[in-house]
């Protein structure tokens, strides 16, 4: 049976947006799925070729086809994902927008049905897949637990004796606003948009890199998951999220510190690779209650997991785990 994944690509930018679905197109690449790449390009006849490509290849070979989602392509609505791709259809889940946006009702129960046109779904967790069954998402769903992060080797860190926090993104006031609203603890920004007008805290910019090369980057002792206007809590999609941002500190033997009502904070403490805090201003007496001797534990624990990520080892054991569905049934 062809193993096929469809494949959007994007070039390669600061901000690291393309970077999760490079690394699961390349992983399953290595597993033996074929890429079947629909051209994005301006060329209408090249765009139409591919596109004919694409629909011929799941509509006449048996296959198992594996697409991330959002598409981000109009073109592939329902009807043709319903008649056109293989009833071994894989749907893996990035976002899911409507959430994300805090949409209307009717709007998650839109989303939640076109994904239902997929067989298998990976999602994200345990708390991501218990909402979308509150919208009807029907079975067979996978959890993926964390998203793996392919880097160079960078070599093991010791940040034992390191200090400052790292925060990875989008910088701006509008997006970050709560960076700009904290003054007790040593921040080191990695990322676009900075204002450093507006900086009233022990902040230092560290500059922007590709997403390939910011692991090598860092040298702090924590790395800071936090997003949303309040540094007293994080939007309420991190609740059911799992930020890629989570993956590049883990990736790079970084432990974390996250919100207590994420739903990544239930991955670190079962693993314990950091800290869980309240507000922002919990950091500095949470980080001062940890011992070296704990810290040095987090990072033995940190080392296992990144091992994992560099080698794709989620990605892997979720879509095999809908492979192996597929052939009990």
Not at 85 to 108: A, C, G, Q, T, Y
Not at 253 to 268: G, T
């Amino acid at each position: 049976m062809k193993k096929y994944i469809l494949d959007f690509s994007m070039n390669q930018t600061m901000d690291a947006s393309s970077k999760a679905r490079d690394d699961i197109s390349n992983i399953m690449y290595d597993e033996g799925f074929q890429t079947l790449y629909y051209n994005k390009g301006k060329n209408i006849f090249s765009k139409f070729y591919s596109y004919i490509t694409v629909l011929l290849s799941l509509k006449f070979f048996s296959s198992i086809v594996l697409v991330q989602y959002p598409l981000n392509q109009k073109i592939f609505n329902s009807f043709i994902i319903k008649h056109f791709f293989p009833k071994n259809s894989i749907v893996l889940v990035h976002d899911i927008e409507s959430i994300r946006l805090r949409k209307k009702e009717k709007d998650i129960i839109e989303e939640i049905d076109y994904l239902n046109n997929f067989k298998y779904k990976i999602i994200h967790n345990n708390k991501m897949k218990q909402i979308c069954l509150d919208y009807n998402l029907r079975e067979e769903i996978v959890e993926l637990e964390i998203f793996d992060y392919l880097i160079s080797d960078i070599g093991e860190k010791n940040n034992l004796f390191k200090k400052g926090i790292a925060f990875a993104g989008n910088l701006s006031i509008a997006k970050s606003p709560f960076l700009y609203d904290i003054n007790n603890i040593d921040l080191h920004l990695y990322g676009n948009n900075f204002e450093e007008e507006k900086n009233i805290g022990r902040i230092i910019y560290k500059g922007k890199y590709p997403a390939e090369i910011l692991p090598s980057k860092f040298n702090e002792k924590f790395g800071l998951v936090w997003d949303g206007t309040s540094k007293n809590e994080c939007d309420q999609y991190l609740k059911y999220n799992n930020p890629h941002k989570f993956s590049l500190y883990i990736a790079s033997y970084m432990p974390v510190i996250v919100w207590e009502k994420s739903a990544i904070a239930d991955f670190v403490k079962k693993y314990n690779i950091g800290v869980v805090v309240g507000s922002l201003d919990e950091i500095n007496n949470k980080i001062l209650e940890i011992s070296n001797d704990e810290y040095v534990l987090m990072q033995k624990n940190i080392k296992i997991i990144a091992e994992r990520l560099h080698d794709g080892y989620f990605t892997k054991k979720s879509v095999n785990e809908c492979i192996k569905m597929m052939e009990d049934k």
